[in-house]
């Protein structure tokens, strides 16, 4: 998972789920079936100057069936409005 700030730079923490492990021809690969919901902390490192500046989140993702049949990697973004604002350094 990778997540940007157009502008700023963060640091991504993000807690991926318990998985299960397959054995894929490049080795042990975790796998989510059905749905999965990846959380992660985002901490600003340096802020973009302006009140507006868009967040894009990615994630790699591989299709596989039971088979062992792929499907050529893709990558998933996503681009998310955010509003800035002055507040404390860390909103713990």
């Not at 502008?7 to 054995?23: I, M, N, S």
């Not at 993702?61 to 893709?74: I, K």
């Amino acid at each position: 998972m990778q997540a940007e700030i157009a502008g700023g730079e963060l640091q991504v923490a993000p807690r991926y789920p318990a998985d299960r492990k397959f054995d894929s021809p490049l080795g042990k690969v975790a796998v989510y079936e059905d749905e999965v919901t990846i959380p992660a902390r985002l901490v600003p490192v340096r802020l973009p100057k302006g009140r507006q500046s868009p967040l894009t989140v990615s994630v790699k993702v591989q299709v596989c069936n039971e088979t062992g049949r792929y499907l050529l990697p893709s990558t998933i973004r996503t681009e998310i409005p955010v509003a800035l604002s002055p507040g404390r350094a860390d909103p713990r």
